[in-house]
């Protein structure tokens, strides 16, 4: 079945530490997302790339990095620069046409130690 | 500057009907997309709309009125399964074919 995999799940960082979230879809899509959720806040864009080996930053970018290497992948690092990073991550594709919805992933939801 | 505006939180019974509004201010409008997200899963696809008027897709009816800003989502014969959040989401051009979501709205639904 077609879809979009995030992993882990769960995630624990410590200070000073950099995570990566992983972001996988076999739904040939070209366009990918990332999206932020806090509590009572919405998603919140943090980067999005419409074709591989490019990508842009959103509204939140800052302390984030991503990399669009294939097509099916678009991994997010949640460096040490994010000093606020508990939240729920969201990683979502679409086929990069206006009138097509977003797929999303289970999420990762990451917590600080 | 980009905002949409959803209630907060809304109940209802099941068998009833409820209306979920969404008013938007965004610098351009390429359509607006409906989701349903249960309590920590992924938001899944409901409804999107391009023109003024009304899509009707089973239970679930979506609204759209460009000039005023506005679309509402109807949930006719409720469920308690339908209790979740409902998030208003614009394409507004401003970052490729990415969303702007709204805060979005929970439903509950009591029997």
């Known amino acids: 079945d077609g879809g979009i995999t995030q992993s882990p799940k769960y995630l624990f960082r410590k200070e000073g530490q950099n995570v990566t979230l992983s972001c996988e879809q076999n739904l040939n899509h070209d366009a990918m997302y990332w999206y932020r959720q806090d509590p009572g806040q919405g998603l919140r864009l943090i980067y999005y790339?419409?074709?591989?080996?490019?990508?842009q930053k959103g509204d939140i970018a800052e302390g984030y990095s991503v990399s669009r290497e294939k097509k099916e992948s678009f991994p997010l690092t949640v460096t040490s620069a994010q000093k606020n990073p508990t939240a729920f991550y969201l990683c979502?594709?679409?086929?990069?046409?206006?009138?097509?919805?977003?797929?999303f992933g289970d999420g990762t939801r990451l917590s600080i130690l | 500057g980009q905002n949409i505006d959803q209630p907060t939180e809304m109940t209802a019974t099941e068998g009833a009907i409820v209306q979920i509004n969404c008013t938007y201010q965004t610098s351009g409008f390429n359509g607006l997309f409906w989701y349903q997200q249960h309590a920590g899963e992924a938001p899944t696809f409901l409804s999107y709309n391009v023109l003024d008027g009304l899509e009707e897709k089973g239970r679930f009816s979506s609204f759209l009125s460009r000039s005023k800003g506005y679309s509402y989502l109807l949930l006719k014969e409720l469920q308690m399964k339908d209790s979740a959040s409902y998030l208003c989401a614009v394409d507004s051009n401003q970052a490729g074919t990415a969303l702007i979501f709204g805060k979005g709205t929970t439903l509950s639904v009591s029997s």
């Open positions: 790339s419409q074709i591989v080996n490019d990508f």
């Open positions: 979502a594709s679409s086929t990069g046409r206006r009138n097509q919805p977003q797929h």
